[in-house]
């Protein structure tokens, strides 16, 4: 397990093995004890990963169908909403400069008695490049009108949220503002990590092996996007394994492809 992608829950890689090789979304099934199979060679007990399987049922994330003897879980809705949004911003990340324009500041109060909605707001301002500046003030270094808008909206939270887009003052120090929003040092650690821990790796390997190396792979990127905010440049440096770590995620992103679907849809299959 390299050491940038951290100690991921079984939740989370299961999102990611279904929004990396589970095609086409909106109409495949698999098989329950193929994913279960596929996680215990990820390096978790099958106990744990019928749990998260059956968590994410709960949530709506994932659908069950039982076929006799069998179960098969498909993508939800929302999950293939929120894949697609995840694929728009991982593919996408340091794949071009980002110009100085309007920031966007959203300010919530959303009420105790409406926490999931405010926790799922959390995780998706993050991942859309916002930054904490104070309890419930949240900081974009780019124009995210209308995606938050769209975000309140299914949310239902409209109502306990404030949206105003603006430019910071020239007269203050906005490096020392950033890195009060976003942990900028740890940033460029990721990425270090990320390039010392995959760089070595071979677009050759045999299957089961390319599978392992493309999961966690993509795993590890997946949360660039909650980490950086692509800050405009001219204004804060980017940070400089950032272009390293994207190269090296897309080449072998594609090049690990054909073998790991090999391994995926043979362990997935009944």
Not at 46 to 64: E, H, V
Not at 223 to 237: N, R, T, Y
């Given at each position: 397990m390299p050491e940038s992608h951290g100690d991921p829950?079984?939740?989370?890689?299961?999102?990611?093995?279904l929004g990396t090789y589970v095609s086409p979304r909106e109409s495949r099934r698999v098989w329950s004890g193929g994913?279960?199979?596929?996680?215990?060679?990820?390096?978790?007990?099958?106990?744990?990963?019928?749990?998260?399987?059956?968590?994410?049922?709960?949530?709506?994330?994932?659908?069950?169908?039982?076929?006799g003897r069998l179960v098969h879980y498909s993508l939800t809705r929302r999950t293939i909403a929120l894949l697609e949004d995840g694929d728009r911003r991982i593919f996408s990340l340091g794949r071009r400069e980002r110009e100085a324009g309007e920031w966007t500041v959203l300010w919530q109060s959303i009420p105790e008695s409406r926490r999931q909605a405010r926790e799922r707001l959390v995780r998706r301002l993050r991942f859309l490049g916002f930054g904490p500046v104070q309890d419930g003030t949240w900081i974009a270094p780019h124009d995210r009108e209308a995606e938050v808008l769209a975000l309140l909206a299914e949310l239902d939270v409209s109502?306990?949220?404030?949206?105003?887009?603006?430019?910071?003052?020239a007269g203050l120090d906005v490096r020392r503002f950033a890195a009060r929003a976003w942990n900028l040092d740890g940033l460029s650690a990721r990425y270090d990590a990320f390039v010392r821990d995959f760089g070595g790796c071979s677009g050759d390997l045999p299957d089961?092996?390319?599978?392992?190396?493309?999961?966690?792979l993509t795993h590890t990127f997946r949360?660039?996007?909650?980490?950086?905010?692509?800050?405009?440049?001219?204004?804060?440096?980017a940070p400089p394994n950032r272009a390293a770590a994207v190269e090296l995620f897309h080449d072998l992103y594609q090049a690990l492809a054909p073998a790991a679907q090999r391994h995926f849809d043979e362990v997935t299959e009944p």
């Open positions: 829950g079984p939740q989370e890689l299961v999102m990611t093995l994913l279960v199979a596929v996680l215990a060679g990820l390096g978790f007990s099958d106990g744990a990963a019928r749990i998260a399987l059956a968590r994410l049922a709960r949530r709506d994330l994932l659908a069950r169908h039982k076929a109502e306990h949220a404030g949206l105003m887009l603006g430019k910071p003052s089961a092996e390319a599978f392992g190396v493309r999961t966690w949360a660039f996007p909650s980490l950086d905010p692509e800050l405009p440049v001219g204004l804060i440096p």
